[in-house]
């Protein structure tokens, strides 16, 4: 997905103007594609209540894709705001250095962002920038077998249930539409997300709480139309 954006921002700087798009106060600005959440987890370590304490190294969290809906609104020639919108994403959550699956997520990371667009109110290629707040909203989480065997084997905990607090955090953007005709271009846009949680892992003989910076890049390759 890195590799996809570099190119695409690569082709509209070399190509320049590939069509008539230029974006004016109270234009509306639709962006649709492929968002991939891509965490650039850190953990706490975990100590489980055993004697003496077992303690694991954290948790890891993967990638997932999901639909992009993304609309943006042209307060100026140059300055709009946008709000990051997607198809909730789902990731499995793997205990570090071992093959031990703990369980799964699913969020939706709202984000609104003040963009500056250097290029607003000229034809052409619309590359921005941009700084915003993030809101991740986390649920259904699930536990997988393999954690509930292990705290099972470890504490005798016969029920175990996961849980992750809401975030609020700071958001970063650059991205490029590519014009194609009057209304409608290629996007490709990436977004770094200050996301930290913290997870309590809960069992009958008692819970467990520790801190989890996901913290991810957002990758989104789509189409763009311009009201």
Do not use: C
């Amino acid at each position: 997905m890195k590799k996809v954006i570099t190119m695409t921002l690569f082709a509209a700087i070399a190509g320049g103007s590939l069509g008539a798009q230029a974006y004016d106060a109270d234009d509306w600005i639709v962006r649709v594609g492929a968002a991939t959440v891509a965490p650039n987890d850190d953990s706490d370590s975990i100590s489980v209540p055993t004697d003496p304490p077992t303690v694991l190294r954290g948790v890891e969290v993967d990638d997932d894709t999901q639909l992009g809906i993304i609309p943006a609104f042209m307060i100026t020639d140059n300055f709009g705001l946008e709000l990051l919108l997607a198809t909730p994403f789902e990731h499995d959550i793997d205990v570090k250095g071992t093959n031990l699956s703990a369980g799964s997520t699913k969020h939706l990371p709202p984000t609104l962002s003040l963009q500056w667009y250097p290029r607003g109110g000229n034809d052409g290629w619309q590359p921005y920038v941009g700084l915003g707040i993030n809101y991740t909203y986390f649920f259904d989480e699930e536990v997988d077998g393999d954690l509930e065997g292990a705290l099972d084997a470890l504490i005798g905990a016969q029920r175990v249930d996961l849980e992750l607090d809401d975030s609020f955090g700071f958001a970063a953007q650059a991205g490029v539409d590519i014009p194609f005709g009057e209304h409608w271009g290629f996007n490709a846009g990436v977004w770094y997300i200050d996301i930290d949680t913290t997870a309590t892992i809960k069992t009958d003989v008692g819970r467990v709480k520790f801190d989890v910076d996901i913290d991810p890049w957002v990758y989104n390759i789509g189409i763009v139309y311009k009201f």
